[in-house]
Each structure stands twice: as C-alpha cells, then as structure tokens.
C-alpha cells in the first residue's frame, strides 16, 4: 500500500465525518455563546443593553438598530456623562436598562470608576442626571443668531458718539443685513411681550425668555400671524419678518439681548443655558428610582462578569 491510498482511506471512515461535522456545528456555536452575553434582551419590567465597547459606543450600537429616539437618548447622555466625548473601548464595557422605550438608566466603565446616568421625566422632557444628581441635559438653549444674515452693518457700542452732535448715543444691539422679508426665527423659546411700533424701532417683538434674558428684534416688515403678544413661542419658531419700517437707512435686523435690564453684545454674550434642577417631588422620585436602578444595572452588567 502506497501512504496516498491509506489517507484516503483514512478520510473515508466514518469517525472522520463525525469529526468534520462536530467541528462544523462547534464553529457555529461558539459565536453565538458571546451573542448571548452581549446585545439587547427583552425582559418583564425593562429591556437591558449590554455591549463590550469596540472602537466607540455608537459603532458599537449600530449593529443592534435601536429605535432613533432610544439610540439619541443613550448616545448624548453617555457623551455628556464623559466629557463630551463618546465612550470608547477603554471604557470597556456599557450597559442600559430600557423602561417604556425610553433609557431609564445607564452605566459605563472602566471597572472600577464606573459612570452612572440616571434618568427621569421632568416637565415632558426627558432629562438626564448624573448619579448624585448634576443635570446632564438643558431644558432650554438658546442660538446666536434668530437670522441667517450676510453682513453687520452695525456693532453693538454702548457709548457710540453721534457723529455731529457727538453725544453719546449708545447703539444697544447689533444690525444684520438679510433680504427683505427674511423670516427670524425665536433663538430660545419664550413669551412674546410686546410686538408692535416703539417709536424709531419701527415694527418690534420683544421676546421674554425667562432667566433675566430678553431679546429685541426692531424695523420688521411685519410679524409671524401665531407670534401674538402674550403667546408662548418655541425655539426655532417665526416670530417676524426683516424690513425696515422705524428710522433707518436700509433694510437689516436690529437685534437686542439683555440680560437682567442690560443691553448685552449679541455676539459675545453668554447664551441662555438652563438646565433641569432636581427639587421637592423630583428630587424624592430620583432618589426612590436611584435604589431600584442600582439593582436593575447590577444585574443587567452580571453576565459580563463585573461585579
Ligand atoms: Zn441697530
């Protein structure tokens, strides 16, 4: 016998078969051991997220098509809760637990200097928390801009001089050039407190938005039909139009923001920031929620083999 003809006698035997199909089924079945400890699984109470973190967490995410809302919700407190920046594979590891499709609470590694997100709805918003209660999202913001503009013809100047009379006629906002009839959206969500002629202003809408700060939009060609005095208008809503209706030159935006009674410049200011503080029955609700989420992420990191 020749060694070729042994080996493929050899090949033939039915043990060798056996083993080829045992070794197929095995490679088959190794991977999906891992899948089991990583991934989304669907509980009674809640659903929980547990992933080891490759590359960063949203390329981590990706492959498991979390409902957009669910994956923004995760994704920006987890930002927020590193400074900014998205977990990555140092951090070794994420969980969530997911209540009502919303992300109820959360936690990343290291192991050992775990970061924990707490999270609760607070005036129909849904807002995050550090784990000794530290806001991680705003409940209000607020743009530079209400315009889109494609020059300043005027600077904010508190003490301009008036060119002849050279007395001190101080320029309390900034003028934005735009085409007539460019819409000007509210850059932070507020009450409409006056929108009507002031004088040399022409057509003006002031805008309270709460916290000391109030804005000013002069020389309107006209207002936005649901921008009403007294109404209540969102972030990023048409209050008016550009024009140039008062005493000026040309068409442009004459903007103003003041901060508690003082005229601020536009472009420097420190823009509206607030965010949600927890008090009374939120901060008693937060507190009750802590307890039962610290069990629910324990046992939601438990196949990970962190304690
Ligand atoms: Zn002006």
Excluded: C
């Excluded at 972030?235 to 008016?240: D, E, L, P, R, S």
Aim: proline content about 5%.
């Amino acid at each position: 016998m020749t060694p070729n003809k042994s080996l493929i006698q050899h090949l033939a035997r039915p043990y060798f078969i056996t083993f080829l199909l045992l070794a197929l089924v095995f490679s088959f079945t190794m991977p999906t051991a891992i899948a089991k400890t990583e991934g989304v699984f669907t509980g009674k109470n809640y659903n929980v997220i547990r992933v080891k973190i490759k590359g960063d967490l949203a390329r981590t995410l990706k492959p498991y098509q979390l409902k957009a809302r669910l994956y923004n919700q995760i994704i920006s407190s987890a930002k927020a809760r590193n400074g900014g920046k998205l977990p990555t594979a140092a951090n070794q590891y994420f969980v969530a637990v997911v209540k009502n499709s919303q992300l109820w609470a959360s936690e990343f590694g290291p192991v050992g200097s775990v970061r924990r997100i707490h999270s609760a709805n607070i005036k129909n918003q849904r807002a995050f928390f550090t784990w000794s209660g530290k806001a991680l999202t705003s409940v209000q913001t607020m743009d530079r801009w209400p315009i889109r503009f494609s020059k300043i013809s005027s600077n904010f100047n508190p003490r301009r001089r008036h060119p002849i009379t050279k007395k001190i006629r101080p320029h309390r906002g900034i003028d934005l050039v735009a085409p007539h009839g460019t819409p000007i959206r509210a850059p932070a969500s507020g009450r409409v407190t006056h929108r009507a002629g002031l004088g040399g202003y022409g057509r003006t809408v002031k805008i309270n938005h709460g916290k000391g700060y109030v804005t000013l939009y002069a020389h309107l060609k006209g207002y936005a039909k649901s921008a009403k005095k007294g109404s209540y208008v969102k972030k990023g809503q048409i209050i008016g139009y550009v024009g140039k209706s008062g005493r000026t030159t040309g068409t442009h935006l004459h903007y103003e923001i003041q901060v508690n009674g003082v005229a601020r410049n536009p472009r420097t200011v420190k823009l509206l920031n607030s965010r949600f503080k927890l008090s009374g029955t939120s901060l008693v609700s937060f507190e009750n929620d802590r307890v039962k989420q610290r069990t629910a992420l324990k046992s939601a990191r438990a196949p990970l083999g962190i304690r």
